[in-house]
């Protein structure tokens, strides 16, 4: 078990998740995707997501506890800012169970991360929210977070990532 991150917050602490966490982990990835209504689109698998967070580190985990039950998680990584020189911090997810919403949880899970990226000398911290989801852009609001609506995200997954890749004009 990773250390307790404490917080002011009665009975709430985080912490990172370790190898022992995966299928903790993967369960809030279902959780979030549920809600999100993407069920669908979830791949991952417990190998896999072993994988990406412990042997090739691509990601980290934080897991929110009320007492001895995990309420929330959040997901995240390192960018690159080339404009800034540094590192940005990604917030994939960030997901709190519906039954412990209102108690300050999901917050304190963003402004932990926002401490992480000022403590790892980032430059900033950046999430998508799906435009449908009032709740969670309204509370991004009251933390003064700003809508880049002047950039528009791309994605290319499966059968266009690999037509794209295969357009490379390497030997």
Not at 60 to 69: N, P, R, S, V, W
């Amino acid at each position: 078990m990773g250390t307790r991150i404490e917080t002011k917050l009665p009975d709430f602490y985080l912490r990172f998740a370790t190898e022992q966490d995966v299928d903790t982990v993967l369960d809030f990835i279902k959780h979030i995707a549920e809600y999100e209504k993407m069920s669908d689109q979830v791949q991952v698998t417990r190998e896999i997501l072993h994988q990406s967070l412990f042997v090739r580190r691509a990601a980290e985990a934080i897991l929110a506890y009320e007492g001895d039950t995990v309420v929330g998680f959040a997901v995240f990584f390192e960018n690159f800012s080339t404009f800034t020189g540094k590192p940005g911090l990604y917030l994939e997810d960030l997901f709190v169970l519906p039954e412990y919403r209102g108690k300050g949880y999901g917050k304190a899970l963003l402004c932990f991360l926002a401490q992480l990226a000022v403590e790892r000398d980032c430059a900033r911290m950046e999430w998508t929210c799906l435009n449908w989801n009032t709740p969670s852009l309204q509370f991004y609001q009251t933390l003064e977070a700003r809508t880049m609506d002047e950039w528009t995200v791309h994605r290319l997954t499966g059968g266009t990532l690999e037509r794209a890749a295969a357009q490379f004009p390497g030997k």
